[in-house]
């Protein structure tokens, strides 16, 4: 056929185009063309498996966005094959791996991030010890015993759209840790072999760890893995729960060190903490947690008229007492203050009052009366110094009704004397 | 407005009633009208005589003197209505913060010994800058602006 | 000579004194079982002159800035000699005020003293209601606490209701979009030159028509003392009405005194744009019948937006108040029935309302 006679928009076309023209346009052609078939490695894997239904489906976009693509770490990285070739792609001689088994996916994940000089090529203060860790855990020692239903790393950070924890949207970022590890844990019937619990997750969100962070916004409040571990995830033993707990809570450990529970709860195998605060629902603590009455925590263990008990009664009494006081101080300086007397400094003296009554409840974990006493009684000076400022400006405001009076009395002689002048007059 | 025959009823002529009781009545009169009006000047004289204090103390805060604080020491002052840290650290330089805790409200103090700011009710620690460095604080201390007028520590709202 | 004698002398070469007073030494009041409703036009202008002394004491203190505004009155109630009365003299008097000016409205309406040819004394009179209710609303943010504010926030919005020139009206209120510090710069303006500028002018009418026309007798009154004139009484403005009137007065400064000092006005907390406002707002008293009558019309009133037909009605029911006699009937019995009541209606609306509103979550 006469190529150049092909009729091309309606005219005879005539090679017109020269050598040169067709060399320079297909330069040109490949100029712009080479860089892109460069910049995209050639994927034909996520070609296939982005159109196909579960469980091979895997979402292209989401693919995109995840840490390990960003850093071109792709399908080939863990699977193995030949993304270049269609037909070839899932060829064991091209190295493919296919699906891998759960028991094998530690290893798999280890082989780059346990590897330190292969990690400082892409992010150099990445740990590197997850794997090792991982073997210590209670999910790793079952793993390496055969029970693949425990976690392994793909069932926390996801399998194609693993983010950074810094990430919002990651699994593994601090305000989404607790629902991560809910999908097991909070599972009854998931958990039914182990004989554990399912109630953890319900209970955390019930704390003021949850609280803080769900709707504080701190980041820094505890979650799962604060307590547990990540890479390395155990409940702490009965004799370290008090030293978790104390990486934050460092008076009240320090005080409880001193304190009769210290020998009174080792001996008894209780433990530390969670004894009276729980694990995982920790709630807001109020003062009744220590008394003698109902709501009170001491009359589990202590009963009455013992000495134990005697003294929650005691340390109950001085906290309540210092926030009636502290109450009735600002009551009296608010309705100064309302009548427009000035008691600003009043005010802010009465901070240290209600300073004093938080030093005085983290006091409580000495359990000791008279430790708490030295707060509470700082406390009580203020509120008396406080309360009597409110007392003098609420005087102040009185001596006006002194005022008032004489004004009133002195418009009252004016009226008496108009009435009877007016009356003169019209005599 | 109808006159007509009106039945005026007004002060009659003088002549027909002077004597004691129009006096006296008269003097009372006068005298309490003006004891009513000595009672209504009196305040808004005192009123118009203003206060010592000028400064509404909204913006900006005289906080110290400048001799009062020596190196790697701090007060405590009243800025409005809540207190704030003045501090004076080693090297001289003035710093001036908000001294609630952004834990739970406590009032925080300066600790000369680590050089930061430190919370007794939970040990929360703050650098000089304000910024929570460890312990429960989540949010740094609101940082206010220190000039040095003369011999007068002047702190100011950022 | 007498000093007093002397001074008038002094005065008369100078301004023609004698001259200047005659008409007022002529001047008499009407004397009868209705006469004490004559006082209450006095006692507002009494309770704004001291509205005007007051208001001026604490411009001396008072700074207009949203920054300062709060501390400033803070510092008036506070650390001012005598702040803290100034203050709730200012504001209880504003209060009162109001009240009196609706009472004297009221009391002209029954006794009819709106008639020809006393309809532009009305007109003036009704106009400076109005005045007064900006006065109320200008003045109430300038504490800017947080009630203020958002009272102010919604006032603003209602006013935005009105249909096409409401978003105009609203934003020249605010000064922008929204309640800000310039909202109260604007209204601080209002509130303390433009306000008493036109309040000056239009109480100066009023004043020079009352004394150009004399005070009205009631019709009733009229008729009886025709039927039999020896029982007319007038009695003379100087000395013998004004003493009264001052008996008055005094016992209004009485009843401000005892309120300042007993139920001192608060202050509340400083306003923050960016809090949730607080449940239950409510405009100050003499508004709430307005907004409870807002409150109470369904959204939609067959396609047109019930806020916007509640605002409209509003206007047009003000419109034809200001215009009453100009409006009344001509019939001579039926006429007046008809203002008397739609007077009572209004009373009673307003008076139910109001309470309606107070006690309404």
């Given at each position: 056929m006469n190529y150049s006679q092909i009729p091309l928009m309606g005219k005879l076309r005539t090679p017109t185009m020269t050598y040169t023209f067709q060399v320079g346009l297909a330069s040109v052609f490949l100029w712009f063309m080479i860089p892109c078939a460069l910049a995209q490695t050639p994927n034909t894997c996520l070609d296939c498996h982005s159109a196909l239904d579960a469980p091979l489906n895997v979402n292209a976009t989401e693919f995109s966005a995840s840490i390990h693509a960003q850093k071109e770490v792709t399908c080939v990285s863990c699977h193995g094959g030949d993304p270049n070739s269609p037909d070839d792609a899932m060829n064991t001689k091209a190295g493919f791996k296919g699906k891998i088994t759960r028991k094998q996916i530690p290893e798999l994940c280890g082989k780059c991030h346990s590897d330190a000089a292969y990690m400082r090529q892409y992010n150099p203060s990445l740990r590197t010890d997850q794997l090792v860790q991982y073997h210590t855990s209670v999910h790793g020692k079952k793993l390496d015993a055969g029970d693949t239903k425990v976690a392994v790393c793909t069932d926390c950070h996801t399998v194609h759209d693993i983010r950074p924890s810094s990430d919002i949207r990651s699994s593994v970022n601090p305000l989404n840790i607790a629902t991560t590890c809910s999908?097991?844990?909070?599972d009854a019937s998931y958990m039914r072999p182990y004989g554990?619990?399912?109630?953890q997750f319900s209970d955390y969100g019930k704390s003021v760890h949850h609280e803080a962070m769900?709707?504080?916004?701190?980041?820094?409040a505890p979650t799962c893995t604060t307590c547990h571990g990540n890479h390395g995830a155990a409940p702490p033993g009965v004799a370290s729960v008090k030293n978790v707990c104390s990486t934050c809570h460092v008076f009240q450990s320090q005080l409880f060190e001193t304190s009769p529970h210290k020998a009174a709860f080792g001996a008894a195998g209780l433990p530390g903490c969670v004894t009276c605060h729980s694990n995982h629902q920790i709630e807001h603590p109020s003062d009744v947690m220590v008394s003698a009455g109902e709501h009170s925590i001491c009359t589990t263990c202590h009963t009455d008229g013992e000495p134990g008990l005697k003294t929650a009664a005691e340390i109950h009494t001085q906290l309540s007492d210092l926030q009636t006081r502290i109450a009735r101080s600002k009551e009296i300086l608010d309705r100064a203050a309302e009548s427009g007397m000035e008691v600003g400094q009043a005010q802010l003296d009465l901070i240290q009052a209600t300073d004093a009554l938080t030093k005085a409840r983290v006091s409580?974990?000495?359990?000791?009366a008279a430790v708490v006493a030295k707060e509470t009684v700082s406390g009580t000076a203020v509120t008396e110094k406080t309360y009597q400022a409110g007392l003098q400006a609420l005087r102040e405001r009185n001596y006006r009704r002194v005022g008032l009076s004489i004004s009133l009395l002195v418009i009252g002689a004016t009226l008496i004397g108009l009435r009877f002048y007016i009356r003169e007059i019209e005599r | 407005m109808n006159m007509g025959e009106a039945v005026s009823v007004a002060a009659a002529p003088d002549e027909k009633v002077s004597g004691p009781r129009r006096t006296f009545l008269k003097a009372f009169l006068g005298g309490s009208v003006l004891a009513s009006l000595g009672s209504f000047l009196y305040p808004v004289l005192r009123y118009l005589v203003p206060p010592a204090e000028t400064n509404m103390g909204v913006d900006s805060?005289?906080?110290?003197?400048?001799?009062e604080l020596k190196p790697n020491s701090a007060k405590i002052f009243r800025f409005g209505s809540k207190p704030a840290l003045l501090i004076r650290t080693a090297e001289g330089e003035y710093r001036a913060m908000s001294a609630t805790c952004t834990h739970l409200s406590c009032t925080v103090q300066y600790r000369k010994d680590v050089q930061q700011i430190w919370c007794a009710c939970h040990n929360g620690m703050y650098d000089l800058n304000g910024r929570n460095v460890s312990g429960p604080p989540p949010r740094p201390l609101e940082k206010y602006d220190v000039h040095v007028q003369g011999d007068e520590i002047q702190v100011m709202r950022s | 000579m007498s000093p007093a004698a002397q001074i008038q002398t002094w005065l008369d070469e100078r301004f023609g004194w004698a001259e200047l007073i005659a008409p007022l030494k002529k001047k008499t009041v009407p004397h009868h079982h209705l006469s004490y409703w004559y006082f209450l036009g006095g006692m507002t202008l009494f309770l704004f002159i001291i509205q005007v002394t007051t208001g001026i004491l604490l411009l001396l203190y008072y700074r207009p800035s949203a920054n300062e505004a709060f501390e400033s009155v803070q510092y008036i109630n506070t650390q001012v000699r005598f702040g803290w009365l100034v203050r709730s003299i200012h504001s209880w008097s504003a209060n009162l005020m109001i009240f009196t000016a609706f009472a004297h409205m009221f009391s002209v309406l029954f006794l009819r003293a709106y008639r020809k040819p006393r309809e532009l004394t009305w007109v003036s009179g009704a106009i400076l209601l109005l005045l007064a209710f900006g006065f109320g609303f200008s003045g109430y943010l300038l504490p800017w606490n947080t009630l203020a504010f958002f009272a102010t926030k919604v006032g603003t919005e209602v006013a935005g209701q009105v249909p096409i020139i409401g978003p105009w009206i609203m934003v020249f209120l605010r000064g922008g979009p929204d309640v800000t510090g310039a909202t109260l710069t604007r209204f601080f303006g209002f509130h303390v030159a433009v306000l008493p500028g036109i309040t000056t002018v239009l109480l100066g009418l009023h004043i020079a028509l009352v004394q150009r026309f004399g005070i009205s007798v009631p019709p009733q009154v009229e008729n009886e003392w025709s039927r039999s004139p020896q029982q007319r009484r007038e009695i003379k403005f100087f000395p013998n009405f004004a003493l009264r009137e001052l008996m008055a007065w005094y016992v209004v400064l009485g009843v401000l005194g005892v309120l300042a000092a007993l139920f001192p006005w608060g202050l509340g907390t400083k306003a923050d744009a960016f809090a949730p406002a607080p449940a239950g707002i409510k405009p100050e008293w003499y508004f709430l019948f307005a907004f409870q009558t807002l409150k109470l019309i369904p959204a939609k009133v067959a396609h047109i937006d019930g806020e916007v037909l509640g605002v409209l009605a509003f206007g047009a029911a003000g419109l034809l108040w200001v215009l009453l006699p100009f409006v009344e009937?001509?019939?001579?019995a039926g006429g007046y029935r008809a203002v008397l009541l739609c007077g009572v209606i209004a009373l009673a609306y307003i008076g139910s309302m109001t309470v309606y509103g107070y006690v309404a979550k």
């Open positions: 999908h097991c844990h909070a554990i619990k399912t109630t769900a709707e504080r916004g701190d980041l820094s409580v974990h000495s359990f000791r | 805060v005289v906080a110290a003197t400048a001799s | 009937p001509k019939r001579k």
